[in-house]
């Protein structure tokens, strides 16, 4: 799985957009990004993926610039429920999921 | 209804006791995994199991040993418990295929070795 490198921590204002960043600069062509997050005291959950193209669920938006090498998770309108610890990974189909240390992002009102 | 279910939720024994964890997933799928959070919060990967089958075996000590009675659960026993099992331990699932699998995580088991 190719290393992914988060920003520690980071801010952001209830109701505004978060935009989480991510670097994944030796991703291989088969490795999808995926993003999870923790609540604290729980257990991680899955947020979105992507392999080339830009995505959007009911959660959150993920863009993927042109040469894979990072990518922007986005979470439109974040709420205090938003607060938590989240991962970016980028893994191949079927293959373990590596976390790393994440980005903590706390959403202050 | 809960798609992976672990217990128990809290755990506390002491050194040398053996100890186990269930798991079980209703969403139909035929991976299932064990993670371990440690202190610093790191999650990796203990096992993973494919129908059954071990497919994911992180050089965890021998200490450790999973069991997949069936597709639907995935057990660990922990003999000879020592200090440094102390953590939260992740169940997850996922289906196996062709595309990306997503996922689904438990609620953890937090295991306090005394």
């Known amino acids: 799985d190719a290393k992914t490198t988060q920003p520690p921590s980071m801010d952001c204002a209830e109701g505004r957009a978060a935009n989480l960043p991510c670097n994944h600069s030796t991703i291989s062509g088969n490795e999808y990004v995926y993003w999870y997050r923790q609540i604290h005291s729980q257990g991680p959950q899955y947020i979105i993926h992507?392999?080339?193209n830009n995505e959007t669920n009911e959660m959150a938006s993920l863009i993927i610039t042109e040469d894979r090498k990072s990518s922007t998770l986005i979470l439109p309108h974040a709420t205090l429920r938003d607060t938590a610890v989240y991962y970016c990974?980028?893994?191949?189909?079927?293959?373990?999921?590596?976390f790393g240390g994440g980005t903590r992002v706390l959403v202050k009102p | 209804d809960t798609a992976v279910s672990q217990t128990p939720k809290y755990l506390v024994t002491q050194m040398g006791n053996d100890k186990s964890i269930k798991c079980e997933q209703n969403?139909?799928?035929?991976?299932m995994y064990w993670y371990k959070q440690d202190s610093k919060k790191f999650l990796k990967i203990m096992f993973s199991?494919?129908?059954?089958?071990?497919?994911i075996n992180e050089t965890v000590p021998n200490r450790f040993s999973p069991k997949s009675p069936d597709k639907a659960h995935l057990n660990l026993h922990i003999n000879s418990l020592e200090l440094g099992d102390s953590a939260v331990y992740f169940c997850?699932?996922?289906?196996?295929?062709?595309?990306?699998?997503?996922?689904?995580f438990g609620p953890g088991t937090r295991l306090t070795v005394l």
């Open positions: 997850a699932s996922s289906q196996a295929g062709q595309g990306p699998d997503t996922q689904y």
């Open positions: 969403l139909g799928h035929d991976t």
């Open positions: 990974i980028a893994s191949a189909a079927g293959n373990k999921l590596t």
């Open positions: 199991y494919n129908n059954k089958e071990l497919i």
């Open positions: 992507g392999l080339k």
